[in-house]
């Protein structure tokens, strides 16, 4: 685009700078300040430690019993392990929810297609915490105990949503005249779907698997409310742990976290790449 | 042969339901049913200790909206006032994302191919890291001992640590840091999408700079505008966890009201009352949202043969 209206491209481009650092920055500095050994202020350098990841690993540390923090390592990891589960779950019910009722929007004619698509469009718009407290009303008055299975239905509620979106995206990018070809030559309709249909949504789908297991894997709202005691996940356990006090060993979890976001983001920019 | 194609369309409507039904089943048991369900709490009666009796009562929303069980207590106002504050809080977040993303956008969206999708990558990169993580990062910064008083203090700008956390600022800042993702996606497209011949146009017509981007410029991105302000405003109305890690108990939003009635004074029926103030916010939103877009479609209808004419 190059047109004449340019008030001052220098400072312009200092302002696209700042603006990264100030994206960035902050996340920069958890990571090093996990490497600060100084335990009473965690913002003054103080050499360089590993003592940190060796206490949220259970390993033996040179820092003495006061200074420590982690409430428990066990609990952290059942944490790990519940996000872990209910991602996995959640992910593999929503894409199936989200294709089906995209493939029924996308190539079939019947009349309530209007509501299905504005029901898919409620979860992304409602506010996380009325699904929350409404989630939560729901369980108690039926008479489910809150656990692992109660987060699981909550994050698919929303998260069939963000598939459908993603995979009808697909869809209409898509040439029906293949699947119609298909037809034409004699395949039935489920040999036209495994072989013409599904492998050329694929992509879409293994997008929209991807961003709802991301999103199962970071929900803090609605996960609050309908988890069990027993039953934390993650994002909910650091939640706890930041509202109790901060301290050093927080920043280790965090920069391990930020180190899993980061490969899986790029796991999923190579698979975008090889794609094209 | 009618048969046979009556088959087939009998086939066809089989998978229709096939695919339709389980997840048809679910959401309308999962997701619309709890949902009916909290509207119909804001009606009932709290139980003394926690839980509901199945009584209808107009106090929940009286509490909030100005009349109150005048047996127990006096109304107080300060619900409201929390709303709003809400309000504030949330319009406040939108316009700093705005006033922050859109020069950015529009740097972007003037880079070679190459660096535009580098960039749009930096930009995109945050969603992929936990929420709690970024706003933890935030923390970090702004408390007392955090890195920005040690920083001015080092530096001698300050001779006493700044009191920014737990402040109003601290909770925009945070939501803004936050949400400026949803912010700068919408706004780019639209920015992108922005013809470069009509600013020209513009300026050889004798515009000045400003008139060139309050006339052309603004109005153009006006959908990129509007969309962000509303994917940004509305999870940053009923925000909870922002204003717990970086405002305490100095500032509340309606959010932490909530949760509290929920989580701890367990006064459902009133908690979920709450929550309707902040859906029928949202609702009132989209409804605004909807007609400005409705009235920009005609009005693109309306402009379109007249521009043929002047050619």
């Known amino acids: 685009m190059k047109t004449r209206f340019r008030p001052g491209s220098f400072f312009l481009s200092a302002y696209g700078w700042l603006f990264l650092t100030f994206i960035y920055v902050p996340i920069l500095l958890i990571v090093v300040f996990s490497f600060n050994a100084n335990p009473v202020n965690m913002m003054i350098w103080d050499g360089f430690t590993l003592d940190w990841y060796r206490t949220i690993f259970g390993f033996p540390t040179t820092l003495n019993e006061q200074t420590l923090y982690v409430e428990s390592t066990a609990q952290l990891y059942s944490a790990v392990l519940n996000s ?4 996995f779950l959640t992910t593999l019910v929503s ?15 019947f009349r309530l297609k209007s509501f299905y698509r504005a029901l898919m469009f409620m979860p992304m718009i409602m506010p996380d915490i009325i699904l929350g407290i409404a989630l939560l009303i729901f369980f108690v008055s039926f008479g489910f105990s809150l656990g692992l299975q109660t987060i699981v239905i909550g994050h698919t509620t929303f998260l069939c949503s963000y598939v459908f979106v993603v ?24 040999t036209t779907f495994r072989r013409v249909t599904l ?18 894997m970071d929900d803090l709202v609605i996960t609050y409310f309908i988890s069990g005691v027993d039953s934390t996940t993650l994002p909910v356990h650091i939640y706890g742990m930041l509202r109790r006090g901060i301290k050093p060993e927080i920043n280790a979890i965090a920069t391990i976290m930020l180190l899993s976001s980061f490969v899986i983001a790029s796991i999923g920019l190579y698979l975008r790449a090889r794609k094209k | 042969m009618t048969a046979r194609f009556a088959s087939l ?3 066809r409507a089989l998978t229709l339901y096939g695919l339709l039904l389980t997840p048809t089943v679910f959401l309308a048991f999962f997701f619309l049913g709890p949902l009916s369900i909290m509207m119909v709490y804001t009606f009932l009666t709290p139980g003394l200790y926690g839980g509901v009796e199945w009584v209808f009562s107009h106090l929940n929303y009286g509490r909030i909206l100005g009349w109150a069980d005048t ?3 006096q109304f107080d106002p300060v619900y409201i006032s929390i709303f709003l504050r809400s309000v504030r809080l949330a319009a406040t977040t939108v316009l700093t994302c705005l006033v922050i993303c859109y020069p950015f956008a529009f740097w972007v969206a003037r880079q070679p191919e190459r660096w535009k999708n580098f960039f749009i990558f930096l930009i995109t990169l945050p969603f992929f890291i936990s929420l709690i993580v970024r706003l933890f990062a935030w923390v970090l910064i702004l408390r007392p001992t955090g890195f920005l008083n040690q920083a001015l203090l080092g530096m001698g700008v300050v001779a006493q640590p700044l009191d920014i956390i737990f402040t109003d600022m601290a909770v925009v800042i945070g939501m803004t840091y936050v949400f400026i993702p949803f912010m700068f996606l919408p706004l780019y497209s639209s920015i992108e999408k922005l013809d470069g011949s009509l600013i020209e146009a513009s300026q050889d017509l004798g515009a000045s700079p400003l008139q060139t981007f309050l006339r052309v410029v603004l109005p153009m991105t006006l959908p990129g505008i509007v969309g962000g302000s509303i994917i940004v405003f509305i999870p940053s109305l009923g925000n909870f966890i922002v204003p717990s890690l970086l405002g305490g108990a100095r500032v509340v939003m309606i959010g932490n009201l909530i949760e509290q009635q929920f989580l701890s004074a367990r006064n459902w029926p009133f908690g979920a009352a709450l929550g309707m103030m902040v859906m029928a916010a949202v609702l009132l939103l989209l409804m605004i949202y909807v007609r400005i877009l409705s009235r920009e479609d005609k009005q693109a209808e309306t402009q379109q043969p007249k521009e043929e004419e002047t050619r």
């Open chain 2, 9 to 11: 369309k009998a086939r």
């Open chain 1, 95 to 109: 894409t199936i929810f989200g294709t089906a009722v995209a493939l029924a929007v996308a190539r079939f004619r």
């Open chain 1, 167 to 190: 995979v009808s995206a697909r869809l209409a990018d898509m040439d029906e005249s293949l699947e119609e070809a298909s037809a034409d030559l004699g395949a039935d309709g489920w």
């Open chain 1, 199 to 216: 492998p050329m949504i694929a992509p879409g789908v293994i997008g929209g698997a991807m961003l709802a297991f991301i999103i199962s």
């Open chain 2, 71 to 73: 047996r127990y207590d």
């Open chain 1, 84 to 87: 872990l589960t209910v991602a």
